[in-house]
RNA sequence: CGGGGUGUAGCGUAGCCCGGUAUCGCGCCACAUUUGGGAUGUGGAGGUCGUCAGUUCGAAUCUGGCCACCCCGACCA
């Protein structure tokens, strides 16, 4: 099978579009929006989940499961929830088809639901209710739930990972007895999204507050991570949101204090979600195909054996497979390629594309000489080693792997970040490289869109531990305390 | 929802202007020779030409409707 991918420099976004089917990761389906995730990509998924899961366990949440539908009723009771949400809901408006009498599934229109359900776009309202009966007492709190689950935005434009209209997601649903503790868990969920970018995925982040236009609707304060991928769009990767007492105040749900005193409930919410494979995939991968995180990848390690008969693939055979076991002895995940159905060329070609992070190549004259051949995936680079202490060695190339990969990003997103002092200039950086721009801004909402409007880019955040910096703002000339962190995003 | 484009075998395509039952490559199946960077040869299977209707002796080809998908805009994790 030969596969080959369009270049970076060609066509980024077709480079995207193909990386993710010839890697085999996802697909189009019939319904349109909506992706088909396959067994490879949704393994690098469930690595993803075992890891955040742990990390969200470490902090002391819980899991649990609310359900899909949400009463329509329910939505309106927040009124920028509302808002913001509304023009993308699937309405599930009856309960029953039935056959015309002319052979067509129809709708059954005395199957009519009293009240309509929305598919949730998100879970805060259906919860918040929920909560409402959990809670009485400052003994009931803090509530700290995670729930794993699929969501549906009705989306008018899709791509696969980066924006689909159903997609897989976490989201956490705190409830606190104070504003203080329940900003600490919001920026301690940010904390952990930026651990698990980092030191999981290798993508470097900055960490910040929304503005008012990209705050998350029912949010006082959403705070954010945010990624600079290879062609210099940023992208934003999780989210974390200070929900102040909104939602406690739509739902009714109070407490009673030490003193006796009733007050609402304090909310947070937090969320990642499959777009995460989009990142990590535009953050690493070159045009051989995919480039995964040794943390990440399902397969860490694959052995290829290279022989002439069926004798000489049982002689090879024997060693492979006595160094698969001292590699899964040490925790690393092994595959052993010995299907004689492809040849040796066309699995490492496979195995590029597919993003595993090391290669093992062993044949007959290896066994003579006592090496094998093994080949990184990030550089490239081959090198033949002795089968000594192979084990030790491949798990620190690993590391190495896996720290390289960050380095790299890390360089990039450096050098794709400038500043920028007149709108001029701004625009002229918008165009010829992309990038993070730090840039002073005024603070208010209309220079914010006006900038938008004109070139595209948005305020990705305001970076916490920011440098105060007196200033004047690139578009309206008045005063600024501090540079925003400006891009063109997906 | 506006503007542009495309639908022919699993994938990519030729044929369409000028109507006569479909071309080529990859992949797939069998056998043989091969195996240190996507092997080669020989043989073979696979298509209601997106869909519905119209024109015609005859439609992939001409006409009209519908559907789907892609790209560009407005909305978004």
């Known amino acids: 099978m030969s596969k080959e991918i369009t270049a970076r420099a060609e066509d980024y976004s077709k480079w995207y579009n193909d990386l993710v089917v010839k890697a085999d990761l996802a697909d189009h389906s019939a319904v349109r929006g909506c992706m088909v995730i396959k067994p490879s990509g949704y393994a690098i998924w469930e690595k993803m989940q075992q890891a955040l899961d742990k990390m969200f366990k470490d902090t002391g949440h819980v899991n649990a499961y609310f359900p899909l539908f949400i009463p329509k009723s329910f939505f309106s009771k927040e009124a920028s929830h509302v808002d913001g949400f509304a023009k993308e809901c699937a309405v599930v408006t009856h309960y029953r088809l039935k056959n015309d009498g002319k052979g067509n599934i129809v709708v059954d229109e005395d199957a009519k639901l009293e009240e309509e359900l ?70 301690r969920m940010l904390d952990v999204y930026a651990d698990f970018a980092e030191n999981w995925m290798a993508v470097p982040v900055i960490k910040g507050v929304k503005t008012a236009n990209e705050r998350f609707a029912g949010a006082i304060d959403t705070y954010c991570i945010e990624a600079l991928m290879q062609d210099g769009k940023a992208l934003q990767a999780g989210t974390s949101h200070f929900l102040g007492q909104n939602f406690a105040k739509a739902f009714d749900v109070k407490f009673a204090a030490k003193d006796g005193k009733l007050d609402y409930v304090w909310a947070t919410s937090w969320g990642v979600s499959t777009r995460l494979m989009g990142a990590l995939i535009m953050s690493h ?65 496979e195995y590029e594309m597919k993003g595993v992070p090391v290669r093992i190549a062993i ?61 001029e200039e701004f625009k002229k950086l918008l165009d010829e490289k992309g990038g993070f721009i730090y840039a002073h801004w005024d603070g208010t909402s209309e220079t914010e869109e006006k900038i938008k409007e004109e070139t595209k880019a948005t305020i990705r955040c305001i970076p916490l531990n920011n440098v105060q910096e007196a200033g004047v703002c690139i578009y309206s000339g008045k005063p600024s305390t501090q540079r925003v962190l400006f891009a063109r995003a997906y």
Do not use: C
């Open 285 to 349: 991968s070159d045009d051989h195909g995919l480039v995964i995180p040794p943390k990440l990848a399902p397969t860490q390690v694959v052995i290829v054996p290279i022989y002439k008969g069926d004798e000489g693939l049982a002689k090879v055979s024997e060693v492979a497979l006595q160094i698969k076991a001292k590699l899964q002895a040490k925790g690393i995940s092994v595959k052993y390629d010995d299907r004689d159905t492809q040849r040796p060329g066309w699995k490492f070609a």
């Open 363 to 423: 044949g007959e004259r290896d066994l003579a000489n006592g090496t094998v051949e093994v080949a990184r995936r990030d550089t490239l680079e081959k090198e033949t080693l002795s089968i000594t202490d192979l084990e030790n060695k491949i798990e620190h190339l690993l590391q190495n792997i896996q720290d390289n990969l960050y380095k790299i990003a890390l360089t990039r997103r450096e050098e794709m970040t400038h500043r920028a002092d007149t709108y």
């Open 118 to 187: 929305i598919v949730r776009p998100t879970s805060e309202t259906i919860i918040w209710n929920t909560y409402k009966g959990w809670i009485q007492s400052y003994r009931d709190l803090p509530i700290l739930v995670n729930q794993w689950a699929n969501v549906v935005r009705w989306e008018m434009r899709t791509r696969l990972f980066l924006r689909t209209a159903e997609f897989l997601w976490q989201e956490g649903h705190t409830a606190h007895a104070t504003a203080e503790e329940a900003v600490e868990e919001t920026r």
